[in-house]
């Protein structure tokens, strides 16, 4: 309780429905000239970077757009991006998506005021001059990039996903607007909600967890048990999307100051290896992990129970609602229709050289429990055997 700290979030964070038309006053506050629009071609084709350029119009702020990002951003993206922002002689940066073009923006910022090549900055704290301003707004519920000091890059000649811890590349203004997530697909929905409650799960038992991240972290629980249902069942739900970008904006403010753990260790291997989609990577080995750090904090699983409406009155111990969470977070998953293990291109053969990575992963120092290679092959292994057949969510 005593320990110092050192907590981080964007200077200034604009949230709930319509948040995105304030982005050109608080720009022009910042006496910025012209921003590089970091994002994808589905976003820019499907009309929802024009709801926010016809904002930005509207307030004279100039910008170019690259839209060149891939769903798990490459070194390739990040360098490509900055030659943009160069040649168009940019001075700050919009990120508009959900993880992918928030990471890329975040490489872009630090290599526009540090140099290098992306790689140098793996791991934390790498770099020396903070990045240039970036606005990031989310367009997903899920990976809550727009708030936090990490960022993450695959290196295409490894296969590994960079992980990058760094003060510097916080954004200076987060936005998170619901409107901007209507009529998601389901698919999308469930995978960026399941990473949701997986930031918000592991940072409230992470073993850097402090007061105000349980409290923010609990809440975010709430939030997400009781609408990640209804956003992916109904899109277009302006109630269950709020609640949703609430509890991603919470969680993300979590565990950007107090870690996470090795389910994001072991989700970052599979989506190096094998190209798949974070939220998804994570509801795989999510249920499994639980149950191996359940004995290094069994309380604090047994408040998540509580946390998503679990009754747990009947529980015979603490240990006994601890593992009601599981169980519920097994069902919320199947709910949503995450597909599992067995259904992606996980290779058995794979294993050691995934363990291997995922032990040196950055996030992997973060978790409650000490971890071995020999656990996180048992665990790849359990969750791989254990996966029944799923019905995937289009």
């Not at 949703?244 to 107090?258: H, V």
């Not at 599979?270 to 309380?299: R, T």
């Not at 949503?336 to 990575?357: C, N, T």
Request: net charge negative; hydrophobic share 40%.
């Amino acid at each position: 309780m005593l320990t110092p700290r050192k907590i981080y979030w964007p200077a200034i964070n604009l949230v709930g429905p319509g948040s995105v038309k304030f982005v050109g006053e608080e720009v022009k506050k910042l006496h910025l000239t012209k921003a590089l629009l970091v994002t994808d071609k589905v976003l820019n084709e499907n009309g929802v970077v024009q709801q926010i350029t016809g904002a930005l119009d509207q307030d004279g702020v100039r910008y170019t757009i690259f839209d060149d990002v891939k769903p798990n951003p490459t070194t390739t993206n990040v360098h490509d991006g900055l030659a943009v922002f160069q040649k168009e002689e940019c001075d700050f940066i919009i990120t508009i998506g959900g993880g992918s073009p928030q990471d890329t923006g975040s490489a872009i910022g630090i290599l526009a005021t540090n140099g290098g090549n992306i790689a140098d900055y793996e791991g934390i704290g790498q770099s020396k001059n903070k990045a240039v301003p970036i606005v990031a707004i989310s367009t997903t519920a899920g990976t809550a990039a727009e708030v936090t000091i990490n960022y993450v890059i695959t290196d295409e000649a490894r296969k590994l996903k960079m992980i990058m811890v760094d003060p510097n590349a916080l954004p200076t203004i987060a936005v998170n607007d619901p409107e901007l997530m209507i009529k998601k697909p389901k698919g999308l929905t469930a995978a960026t909600g399941l990473d949701a409650l997986t930031h918000a799960i592991e940072g409230y038992t992470a073993n850097g967890a402090f007061e105000l991240s349980d409290a923010i972290a609990y809440k975010s629980i709430e939030l997400i048990g009781r609408y990640i249902e209804k956003a992916v069942e109904n899109g277009s739900d302006l109630e269950a999307r709020s609640g949703m970008g609430w509890g991603s904006f919470i969680a993300g403010l979590c565990y950007s100051n107090a870690g996470l753990g090795i389910v994001h260790s072991m989700a970052h291997q599979l989506g190096g290896e094998y190209d798949l989609p974070h939220g998804v990577a994570n509801a795989m080995l999510l249920p499994y992990i639980m149950e191996f750090n359940m004995d290094a904090c069994p309380q604090k699983f047994a408040d998540i129970a509580r946390a998503l409406n679990v009754d747990t009155s009947a529980a015979a111990s603490v240990e006994e609602a601890a593992k009601m969470a599981i169980e519920e977070v097994r069902r919320i998953s199947k709910a949503v229709g995450i597909p599992l293990l067995r259904e992606s291109a996980f290779r058995v053969e794979d294993v050691e050289k995934l363990a291997e990575q995922a032990l040196n992963d950055a996030c992997t120092g973060a978790n409650p429990k000490p971890v071995t290679k020999e656990d996180i092959i048992a665990i790849y292994m359990k969750a791989y055997k254990d996966s029944p057949v799923a019905a995937v969510v289009q």
